[in-house]
């Protein structure tokens, strides 16, 4: 069995759910450090087209004093409308999208939910996300498993726990990933071979690379999901 991971990103970019695609199962990771910025400041937001370029839809993290909390623990701002703002922003954009009748009643429905933290919002997106594309990999949450660690020993614990003979990882999983690790313990490592999707809205509009999947949903419709389902298999080790 082939497993893949990936922290719970809020409206995540197509990649995500391309990495899902070539697995079997699929980890929501939600034990690690919440973190804003850098390779992994992704978690709490991702971007969305307007007719002036793409825009950041964010998440208030309260993170004031709680400079290492993980993921599972990172609570929203109960004072910050960010539910309206965030829909009105989708609404606006895309209403006049090919596919807007298709997807958003039900993301309607769960921006209508009350959400207190960052990690229960991304998992109930990501499974919205999987059924719009056609994916049906089982999911497990790490914060349910016994494994806990960092880095390589952290992921050969979960695949162990799950039974995987196999990880597919991000490409920035070449740079910290032990490999001999993976060979000791019997595990085939290898790492996604992504190429960003390349679509416009309309004729003349310019190709945006990595918006949320939602701008792909909304202008593609199913081929969103033709394109998750076809595109090129993973890279060895």
């Given at each position: 069995?082939?497993?893949?991971?990936?922290?719970?990103?809020?409206?995540?970019?197509?990649?995500?759910?391309?990495?899902?695609?070539?697995?079997?199962?699929?980890?929501?990771v939600d034990?690690?450090?919440?973190?804003?910025?850098?390779?992994?400041?992704?978690?709490?937001?991702?971007?969305?087209?307007?007719p002036?370029?793409?825009?950041?839809?964010?998440?208030?993290?309260?993170?004031?004093?709680?400079?290492?909390?993980?993921?599972?623990?990172?609570?929203?701002?109960?004072?910050?409308?960010?539910?309206?703002?965030?829909?009105?922003?989708?609404?606006?954009?895309?209403?006049?999208?090919?596919y807007?009748e298709?997807?958003a009643?039900?993301?309607?429905?769960?921006?209508?939910?009350?959400?207190?933290?960052?990690?229960?919002l991304c998992?109930?997106l990501?499974?919205?996300?999987?059924?719009?594309?056609?994916?049906?990999?089982?999911?497990h949450?790490?914060?349910?498993?016994?494994?806990?660690?960092?880095?390589?020993?952290?992921?050969i614990?979960?695949?162990?726990?799950?039974?995987?003979?196999?990880?597919?990882?991000?490409?920035h999983?070449?740079?910290?990933?032990?490999r001999?690790?993976?060979?000791?313990?019997?595990?085939?490592?290898?790492?996604?071979?992504?190429?960003?999707p390349?679509?416009?809205p309309?004729?003349?509009?310019?190709?945006?690379?990595?918006l949320?999947?939602l701008?792909?949903?909304?202008?593609?419709?199913?081929?969103?999901a033709?394109?998750?389902?076809?595109?090129?298999?993973?890279?060895?080790?």
């Amino acid at each position: 069995m082939r497993l893949t991971a990936h922290q719970p990103n809020y409206l995540p970019y197509p990649g995500f759910f391309q990495k899902i695609a070539r697995a079997d199962e699929f980890l929501i990771v939600d034990t690690t450090q919440f973190v804003k910025r850098g390779t992994f400041g992704w978690i709490h937001r991702n971007r969305i087209r307007t007719p002036n370029g793409p825009i950041w839809l964010s998440l208030p993290v309260l993170h004031k004093g709680k400079y290492h909390q993980s993921i599972l623990d990172a609570a929203l701002n109960p004072r910050v409308d960010w539910r309206g703002k965030h829909w009105r922003s989708i609404e606006w954009n895309y209403r006049s999208a090919r596919y807007w009748e298709r997807y958003a009643p039900s993301l309607r429905e769960i921006y209508r939910e009350s959400w207190t933290h960052l990690a229960p919002l991304c998992t109930k997106l990501i499974r919205w996300f999987l059924a719009q594309l056609d994916l049906a990999p089982p999911v497990h949450v790490a914060s349910a498993l016994a494994a806990r660690g960092e880095s390589t020993e952290y992921i050969i614990a979960f695949c162990k726990e799950l039974g995987a003979s196999g990880f597919l990882s991000g490409v920035h999983g070449r740079d910290y990933l032990d490999r001999s690790r993976f060979e000791k313990e019997g595990i085939v490592l290898e790492f996604q071979d992504y190429e960003a999707p390349v679509y416009s809205p309309r004729e003349g509009a310019e190709p945006l690379a990595n918006l949320s999947m939602l701008d792909m949903l909304f202008h593609c419709g199913e081929g969103a999901a033709r394109w998750v389902h076809s595109t090129k298999e993973v890279a060895a080790s």
